[in-house]
């Protein structure tokens, strides 16, 4: 059977969304949500997890990072790659393995959307964000840097990984902005992670007060709302509404 280019793009679409639905519905059939959530369940597997990280360590950065990229690659949103990370391998070695991952990770879903999906994106997205092409054509690395410094404007990460198709900006420069962009929001995310393995290492018990009083806390919830205060700043003055 002969395919033409756009046949062959829509079939392999198809089989792209259905590994998509059925990677994430294996996922979540193998992962109790409630264990997730709860304190007495993640405490008491702390130590597992950590001793396998020090007898294991380049194994687990290995399937950590190509997890992450696959989870990227499913439309995967960032906090709990970010926050296991901080909480497995800290926050200078967390924050490194998790940007160069998303970085990794995004660059090749947006090659994929952009192959694959971009007549859906535009039907889907360009009437809301199509303003922003002017911004972009300036200089398209300086403002998607600054646009992944924002945080994608508040954007939910999937699509903010996947917007800038509409703006047919260069890989390199997707790589380089999503590596450079990201460490700001990223380490806020991880050193939070890495903030809750040491609380849980010296607190038998869940206390909001505790949690709130932690200095690895409340550091990373603080400059979590000043992000979001110069993501707002960087929205006003870059990405303006002409």
């Given at each position: 059977m002969n395919?033409?280019?756009r046949n062959l793009?829509?079939?392999i679409g198809a089989i792209y969304l259905l590994i998509l639905f059925f990677g994430l519905y294996y996922l979540f059939s193998l992962v109790d949500l409630k264990d997730l959530t709860s304190y007495e369940f993640i405490r008491?597997?702390?130590d597992i997890i950590l001793e396998y990280k020090n007898n294991n360590f380049l194994f687990l950065t290995f399937i950590f990072f190509i997890f992450?990229?696959?989870?990227?690659?499913?439309?995967?949103?960032?906090?709990?790659?970010?926050?296991?990370?901080?909480?497995?391998?800290?926050?200078?070695y967390g924050i490194l393995i998790?940007?160069?991952?998303?970085?990794?990770?995004?660059?090749f879903l947006y090659l994929l959307a952009k192959l694959f999906f971009t007549d859906l994106i535009k039907e889907k997205l360009e009437p809301k964000f199509s303003k922003l092409q002017l911004a972009f054509r300036k200089n398209e690395l300086l403002y998607f840097t600054l646009y992944r410094f924002a945080g994608g404007g508040g954007i939910p990460y999937g699509i903010q990984n996947v917007l800038p198709v509409l703006f047919n900006i260069s890989t390199k420069n997707y790589f380089i902005g999503t590596f450079l962009g990201s460490w700001p929001t990223m380490?806020?995310?991880?050193?939070?992670?890495?903030g809750i393995e040491k609380y849980i290492d010296i607190n038998?018990?869940?206390s909001f007060f505790k949690i709130i009083l932690s200095p690895d806390i409340y550091f990373p919830i603080l400059g979590?709302?000043?992000?979001?205060?110069?993501?707002?700043?960087?929205?006003k003055l870059f990405f303006k509404k002409n």
């Amino acid at each position: 059977m002969n395919f033409t280019s756009r046949n062959l793009k829509l079939a392999i679409g198809a089989i792209y969304l259905l590994i998509l639905f059925f990677g994430l519905y294996y996922l979540f059939s193998l992962v109790d949500l409630k264990d997730l959530t709860s304190y007495e369940f993640i405490r008491s597997n702390k130590d597992i997890i950590l001793e396998y990280k020090n007898n294991n360590f380049l194994f687990l950065t290995f399937i950590f990072f190509i997890f992450s990229i696959i989870w990227y690659l499913l439309l995967g949103f960032a906090g709990p790659i970010l926050l296991f990370s901080g909480f497995v391998f800290g926050k200078w070695y967390g924050i490194l393995i998790a940007v160069m991952a998303a970085s990794v990770g995004t660059t090749f879903l947006y090659l994929l959307a952009k192959l694959f999906f971009t007549d859906l994106i535009k039907e889907k997205l360009e009437p809301k964000f199509s303003k922003l092409q002017l911004a972009f054509r300036k200089n398209e690395l300086l403002y998607f840097t600054l646009y992944r410094f924002a945080g994608g404007g508040g954007i939910p990460y999937g699509i903010q990984n996947v917007l800038p198709v509409l703006f047919n900006i260069s890989t390199k420069n997707y790589f380089i902005g999503t590596f450079l962009g990201s460490w700001p929001t990223m380490f806020i995310t991880v050193a939070l992670g890495a903030g809750i393995e040491k609380y849980i290492d010296i607190n038998e018990k869940l206390s909001f007060f505790k949690i709130i009083l932690s200095p690895d806390i409340y550091f990373p919830i603080l400059g979590f709302l000043l992000m979001i205060l110069i993501g707002f700043i960087i929205k006003k003055l870059f990405f303006k509404k002409n």
